[in-house]
Each structure stands twice: as C-alpha cells, then as structure tokens.
C-alpha cells in the first residue's frame, strides 16, 4: 500500500471539541476497565422517571444470549426528546424541514413538535394502539415520519419503518412479521419531482397479507387521490379532529421495545433487528453529541432516509434527545439540479452534514463546478456511513466540499449496533482516508482468524466486538434462535460483525467489507439470497446465483447469474424482464445490474454452488479462480468466464 496520508486534528478542532486526544484515551481506557461506571455515568445524560440501579447484565455465551442495559429503570423515549426540553428551548427549532420542491420548507419548535406528538399519540390510541403493539411506517420524509415515530413511543408503541422503496410484497413481510395492526402511510411521496404510490403500495400489501391490518392511517402529502376502503382507511386529519390534544407520555421500563427495523442478512427472509428503550437512547444520543461534537445552535443533517437504521438513530432520536436542530430531506442529491445538496447547506447554514460514500462518488462524477458555485462557508464537519469510503472519493470530499478545512468522521456501524462504534472524534483523531479510526468509548472491537484466535497488533481477519454497548440490538423479533445463530455461533463469546477488517499499526480499523453473503449497494444492504428467491420465483427461471461485484458508484453492484427453465430462450428483453421482476418483488435497490444467462452454475459434487468462483468470474478476475479441483463439472467455468457481463 502506497504510504497512507494523514490529516491532523487542527488546532481550532482541538481548542473546540469535547473531546481531544489525552481526553479520549483516558475515556477509552476507563469505558473498558470499568464498563459499569462509566455507563452507569453516562447513562444519566437521558432523564429517568425511576432511575437503574443495574447498569450491565448482559451474556454473549451462544446458551445464553441476554443483553439487558439499565434494566431496573423506567423513562420515556419521547419524553426525552420533546418534553425535557420544552423548559429551556421551546422556541428553538427542532425540525427543519426541507421539501423536494426547494420552495416548500417548514421549521418545526420544540413546542410545536410536542404538540404534534401529543395529537398523533391520541390519534394512536383512538385506532386502539396500546403498550407493547406493534405499528408499521411507510411514509416519506416529512415532519410527521417524527412524528409518528415519537407518537409511538409515547405510547409505548414499538413502530416497524419500512423504506418508501421497498415493494408491496416486502412490505407484506414486514407487515405479516411483526403483526402490525395499524399501518401509518401517505397519499403519495415526492422525490426528484416524481410521485411515489405509497397509499396504492400499502392497498397492495394488505392484500396480500389479509386479515392483520385493521387501520390504515394516511397522511396527505400531495394531496392525489387514493382509494380509501371503508372502515379501514382514515385520513390522520379526519382522525385528528376528533381527539384531545393532550396526552402523557407512558412509563416504560428501560429494557421495553422501542422499535423493530428489518435488514438482510446472508440468508432468508430480512429478519426484524429489536431495539429497546433505554439503552439504545442513551447510545445514540452520546454517539451523537460526541461524534459529530454536537453543541447547542449548529445545524446538524444528516441525509439518510428514516427508513433506515442512520435516520432513526441521526436524523430523529440522537439528536432530538440531544435538543438538536435537525434538518430532514424529502428530496434527492440531483434534484433540481446536481448541486442541491449544498445549496441546502446554504440555504438552512448547515454546519454538520453527514452523507454515505455513494452519494459522494456520484456527485464527484459531475466535477468540481456544481460545488464550487455555491459557498458551504457554515460547514465545519462532515461525516460518512454505511459502506466503505474509497481515498478517492475521501479526499474529494474533503477537499472539494469542506475546503479543506472540515474533518470527516468516517463512522462504521450497523443497523444491529443501534448507533456508531467505530469512528473518529472530530478534535481527537488525525484522519486517514478510508479508515474508520477508532473506536467509540465502551466499544471493544477485536480482530478473529477464521479459528477465531484473537489477532494483536497489526493484522487482518473478522471484526467482532468482545463485549456488549448500550445500543445493542437484543433479540431478532419473533426468533431468538436466529439471533444467537447469526451473531453469537461463528465466535464463541463474541458478537461476530460480518464485516472483514485490518487493523494498521497505529491501533486504527479499516473495514474491508462483508465477508457473508450480503452486499452493500449505494450503502444499501442487500441478501444476496434474497434476489436469488426473486428470481427463481419467475416462471422462466430455473435456477439464479447472486454475487456482488466492484461498481465505481454503488461501491457493490448486483450480478445475476441465471439458469433459465429448458426451452426458455435467453434475449435482451428477457433479461429486462427479469430487472422489472426483481424490482417488483423487492423494489428498485435490489434491481440487478448485470445479469448473465448460464445453461449451468459451478458446483461440487454435492451440489453447493461454488460463489468463490462465481464472485471472481463477476469481478473479471477470472485468472485467480484457486482451487477448482472439487467442481462437478469443469466445464461450466469456461462458458462462464467466455459470457462474463463484466469486461473491463
Ligand atoms: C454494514 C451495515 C451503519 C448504518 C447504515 C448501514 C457497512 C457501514 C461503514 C463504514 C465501512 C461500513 C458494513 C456494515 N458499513 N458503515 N463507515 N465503513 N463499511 O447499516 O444497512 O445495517 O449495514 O454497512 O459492511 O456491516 P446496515
């Protein structure tokens, strides 16, 4: 590797943040010695109504996995983030919300948040949500996405969010999976100019899971008309008008479910990743402040969907339990034109803006002038998440947007972590592009062969955290088992993260990516597993095989091999087809971008299919396939590799 560039704290980072270097290594040391202390702490940042006297109780033993934080405390999550602030920041904007369209934008008070959340709680409770029920999101990004969300734990409702992307198919798994009742949607959604048929989608997906939703609640948003069945679909204005405006917020014990979010793994269906009450708010909200040095008065946004992991946790609950100005985007990078993100920037005086790698790489495809015509003069941090970010596209962000004078916090986490653990702290870490540092206080990442004997020093293999954090995922919905397998079997005693990571000489993290079968597109998670059902699961198709393969954009792309039914011709229309279909299924993140037709894939003599190989072929690297030597039929490699759909 060439020598690796780094960039130091700077002086006016250093003199501004919480946090410096000396500062965080005594934090460090101390969060992983005495993990019970230091949480037990810092878990008084979030206001308790009866307060823990049990910090940790938590096992990764693979007979016993238990993870419980706080345990004998009882607060609110909503109560957190809207009501404690109400005396001392009332007037101050909480949301600030930026349409598709940039003339339509809102600005959202502490009060006026409250009052919302108060109303949507009693709309909740008039469809008959109580403590414990389970209540699914399909909504776009507005205000009242926040809302609902804050609604819900008001109540002690666990909501179920459902990216505006997904098809009506996932969303029936999703609805069918955690049984929700009620369904929380909108007429249609707004990106790039164009309708999302979000009402139509959830029709959709209530027919196919018949018999579990009992209410639809529709938020209007552009105000098209929808089908409203009778008895079923209300419109939340209709409901609104005919409940009190006032509403307490429930006492939950810290260890109550708060939210289930679905994500992929290596194989399946997506299972529901559970996050609790306590715990996870004390997480995100000190990730928050710490990582993105979040002091009161910046204008912190972060561009993630709430359908996603980054938006729960960074867009509505670390920063509103935080007293945060938080800015939520409807709308897409390039739209109306490639430079709308920072024209945002401007126009609203961000200062801290966090972004995933792909939107980077593609934006840095249009050159430096669609930047450059605007000022980012509030911008003083940047932050990335969700894949990897190539040097490249780090040095082009850094230099490019932030003028080379706001650091970047490359943050690794996941949906299961709940909030970041690997990242670096703004007036604490000297940068090097591509690397996620280090890692965040009470995290304790370690480095495994495939024996899983812990690696020292310097080395590469699997990432797995030794012990457990407040955000912590505790259970997958509905299938402990799975959870215990996914996470706790690989390496006994450990939380094995998926990923493959080294760690350089100075003690800093840099994650190679997934070492399963998932793949990261455009920061999306994605089971390989999953398309291959889609695909089969088309009346032409025999048999499919789903790799990822480098995409200078996407950072992963999605290569297809298919197998079709005999007497199935192969064509450019059917291949079309089969994009169409898979989209349909899943929805357009899962399309695949390369799909090639194979009359047989490469397997042993016991019929597994050998991906190494196929993962190679896709990444035109056919030269280095290793061992073939257990393949049943070696011929299939050669018509492999001669109809290969990525030539360089
Ligand atoms: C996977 C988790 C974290 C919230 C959004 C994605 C990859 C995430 C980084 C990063 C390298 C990263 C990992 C991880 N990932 N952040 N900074 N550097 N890789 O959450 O959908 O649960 O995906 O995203 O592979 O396992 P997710």
């Known amino acids: 590797m060439s020598a690796e560039k780094l960039y130091p704290v700077s002086a006016e980072w250093a003199a501004r943040a919480y946090i410096d270097d000396a500062k965080y290594k005594a934090m460090y040391e101390a969060s992983v010695k005495a993990p019970e202390a230091f949480w037990g702490e810092h878990g008084k940042r979030i206001e308790w109504f009866k307060p823990y006297s049990r910090v940790q109780n938590s096992s990764f033993s693979p007979d016993n996995v238990s993870i419980k934080w706080f345990e004998d405390g009882t607060t609110n999550v909503a109560y957190n983030c809207v009501d404690r602030h109400l005396a001392t920041r ?14 339509e934008d809102a600005r959202i008070t502490y009060r006026e948040l409250h009052r919302h959340v108060m109303k949507w709680a009693n709309v909740l409770k008039s469809q008959g949500v109580k403590k414990g029920d389970r209540v699914t999101l399909y909504l776009p ?14 109540v002690g409702a666990v909501h179920s969010i459902v990216f505006g992307g997904f098809s009506p198919d996932s969303l029936a798994g999703r609805i069918e999976d955690a049984a929700t009742g009620v369904v929380i949607t909108a007429d249609e959604g707004l990106r790039g100019g164009r309708k999302v048929p979000l009402k139509i989608n959830v029709d959709a997906a209530c027919d196919k899971a018949p018999g579990i939703v009992k209410s639809v609640i529709v938020v209007k948003r552009t105000g098209g008309a929808v089908a409203m069945t009778e008895g079923r679909d209300h419109y939340f204005d209709d409901l609104a008008a005919k409940v009190p405006d006032e509403c307490l917020a429930e006492e939950m014990n810290a ?7 679905y994500t992929s793994g290596s194989t399946g269906k997506p299972k529901g990743v559970l996050h609790t009450t306590g715990g996870y708010l004390v997480y995100a909200s000190m990730t928050h402040q710490y990582v993105f040095d979040y002091k009161d008065g910046d204008i912190y946004w972060c ?50 803006f966090y972004t995933a790698p792909t939107a980077i790489r593609s934006l840095m495809g249009a050159g430096e002038e669609p930047v ?17 970010i190539n040097p490249e596209a780090w040095e082009w962000y850094h230099r490019v947007v932030g003028e080379s004078r706001c650091p970047i916090v490359d943050t690794w986490w996941q949906t299961e972590t709940g909030g970041i653990l690997i990242t670096p702290l703004p007036g ?3 940068l090097k592009p591509g690397s996620a540092t280090r890692p965040f206080f009470g995290v304790k990442p370690e480095i495994v062969d495939a024996d899983g004997k812990v690696l020292d020093g310097a080395a590469e293999g699997n990432l797995v955290i030794a012990d457990s954090w407040p955000g912590q995922m505790r259970t997958v919905f509905g299938d402990h088992e799975r959870f215990v397998q996914t996470y706790f079997s690989t390496y006994k005693n450990k939380y094995f993260t998926g990923d493959g990571c080294r760690r350089d000489a100075d003690g800093y993290y840099w994650i190679t990516g997934r070492v399963d079968d998932v793949i990261n597109v455009s920061g999306h998670r994605m089971g390989t597993a999953e398309v291959e059902s889609a695909l089969v699961a088309h009346a032409k198709v025999s048999e499919a095989a789903v790799v990822g393969y480098p995409h200078d954009i996407k950072g992963q792309g999605i290569y297809a091999y298919v197998t079709l039914m005999t007497g199935e011709q192969p064509s450019e229309d059917l291949r079309k087809e089969l994009v169409s279909w898979v989209r349909k299924e899943i929805g357009p993140i899962a399309s695949p971008d390369l799909i090639q037709f194979a009359p047989g894939l490469p397997k042993t003599r016991s019929g597994k299919i050998m991906r190494r190989i196929l993962r190679k072929i896709a990444e035109d690297e056919f030269g280095a396939l290793g061992d073939t030597s257990t393949l049943a039929d070696p011929a299939v490699v050669d018509d492999l590799i001669n109809n290969r759909q990525n030539r360089k």
């Open 90 to 103: 009332g007037d101050q904007v909480a949301i600030i919300w930026e349409g598709d369209d940039p003339k």
């Open 141 to 154: 990004m507005i205000p009242e996405a926040a809302y609902a969300m804050l609604a819900c734990t008001r």
């Open 255 to 261: 260890e109550d479910p708060l939210f289930i979010l």
């Open 303 to 352: 561009t993630a969907d709430v359908g996603w992991v980054t938006g729960h946790s960074y867009i509505v609950y670390g920063p509103l339990a935080n007293g945060a100005t938080t800015l939520m985007f409807e709308g897409i990078p390039t739209y109306p034109s490639i430079s709308r993100f920072w024209d945002v920037v401007d126009k609203h005086k961000v200062n801290t």
């Open 372 to 388: 450059k015509r605007t000022s980012r003069a509030s911008l003083r941090l940047l932050g990335s998440v969700g894949e990897p």
């Open 428 to 430: 604490a870490t000297n």
